[in-house]
Antibody, heavy 119, light 107 residues
């Protein structure tokens, strides 16, 4: 059974960089796209971006100037860095898997991690 | 960006009811439409992919239909575990976008 687990600081100061890692277990990172999605408390879902296992990235233009997604196939992990954060970046951050050659569905998700931006 | 609009935003229903949730895209997305269920404090869970494909393990009371700009998610006989929030998502183009969600509550 594929499992995804987000990890990283739960509190980030304004103007600093949010860094999260998603560890994939029970399956290989190869052959899939890997996404980050966030959900502000009580609100809807926002797609941040994705990375193919080979390293090709695709970012939401609304965040593109501040986002870097990277992959480490040797560790079966991928990561998110979001710079210059503000209170508006406070959200539950999810990582998720998209099968290659699929209709783009996100078939496995991590449990999510709440990141609060506050001084 | 493609805007996804769900209706209604919330609904109240009873166990055993048949319910339908609608999702409309601001432009044609062919069949690149997915449905997710989210319960409080949990991650979304994929129910339907490619507009009408039932994910393995998802009960057959869930069904999806539509293509182009108009899509529906139907639950044929609502069960207690189905009370949750449902989101549609388009995967036709980047950036991927989600509907605002439909909360299904107990009447």
């Amino acid at each position: 059974q594929v499992q995804l687990q987000e990890s990283g600081p739960g509190l980030v100061k304004p103007s600093e960089t949010l860094s999260l890692t998603c560890t994939v277990s029970g399956g290989s990172i190869s052959g899939y796209y890997w996404s980050w999605i966030r959900q502000p408390p009580g609100k809807g879902l926002e797609w941040i971006g994705s990375i193919f296992y080979s390293g090709t990235t695709n970012y939401n233009p609304s965040l593109k100037s501040r986002v870097i997604i990277s992959v480490d196939t040797s560790k079966n992990q991928f990561s998110l860095r979001l710079s210059s954060v503000t209170a508006a970046d406070t959200a539950v951050y999810y990582c998720a898997r998209q099968p290659g050659g699929s209709y783009g569905q996100l078939d496995y998700w991590g449990q999510g991690t709440l990141v609060t931006v506050s001084s | 960006d493609i805007q996804m609009t769900q209706s209604p935003s919330s609904l109240s229903a009873s166990v055993g009811d048949r319910i339908t949730i609608t999702c409309r895209a601001s432009q044609s997305i062919s069949s690149y439409l997915n449905w997710y269920q989210q319960k409080p404090g949990k991650a979304p869970n994929l129910l339907i992919y490619a507009a009408s494909g039932l994910r393995s393990g998802v009960p057959s009371r869930f069904s999806g239909s539509g293509s182009g700009t108009d899509f529906t998610l139907t639950i044929s006989s609502l069960q207690p575990e189905d009370f949750a929030t449902y989101f549609c998502q388009q995967s036709y183009s980047s950036p991927r976008t989600f509907g605002q969600g439909t909360k299904v509550e107990i009447k």
